[in-house]
Nanobody, 120 residues
Framework: QVQLVESGGGLVQPGGSLRLSCAASGSIFSINTMRWYRQAPGKQREFVAFITSGGLTNIVDSVKGRFTISRDNAKNTVYLQMNSLKPEDTAVYYC??????????????WGQGTQVTVSS
C-alpha cells in the first residue's frame, strides 16, 4: 500500500507564510512527478505546481514568485513553500504523485488534503 499524507496547513494572516509537506510512504520503488493542487470553496480543483524526480519544476502563473515547490527524494517528501499569502489562496491543498510500487505497478496517488485559510 502506498499513501500520501499532507501536513502544514492552517490559518495565516494575509502576507504570511506557510510550508506544506507531503510524505509518501508504503511499498515504494520510485516516485516520479509530484504535484500540488488546490480547491477553493465552490470551485474546481486547480493545478498549482509540479516537480519531476530530476528537479524540473513548473508553477502556475497566479502564484509564481510567491510559491516554491521542492522535494527531498531521500524522504519521499514534496514541499510547497507559500509566501506573501493572499485571501484568494484559501483552499484545500492536495498532494498528487506518480509512484511505482515495489511490485513495479505504477499509479497516480492523491493525499487527503490540508486546509489553508488566509484571513485577518
Amino acid at each position: 500500500q502506498v499513501q500520501l499524507v499532507e501536513s502544514g496547513g492552517g490559518l495565516v494572516q494575509p502576507g504570511g507564510s506557510l510550508r506544506l509537506s507531503c510524505a509518501a510512504s508504503g511499498s515504494i520503488f520510485s516516485i516520479n512527478t509530484m504535484r500540488w493542487y488546490r480547491q477553493a470553496p465552490g470551485k474546481q480543483r486547480e493545478f498549482v505546481a509540479f516537480i519531476t524526480s530530476g528537479g524540473l519544476t513548473n508553477i502556475v502563473d497566479s502564484v509564481k514568485g510567491r510559491f516554491t515547490i521542492s522535494r527531498d527524494n531521500a524522504k519521499n517528501t514534496v514541499y510547497l513553500q507559500m509566501n506573501s499569502l493572499k485571501p484568494e489562496d484559501t483552499a484545500v491543498y492536495y498532494c498528487n504523485a506518480d509512484i511505482t510500487a515495489t511490485s513495479r505497478s505504477s499509479y497516480n496517488y492523491w493525499g487527503q488534503g490540508t486546509q489553508v485559510t488566509v484571513s485577518s
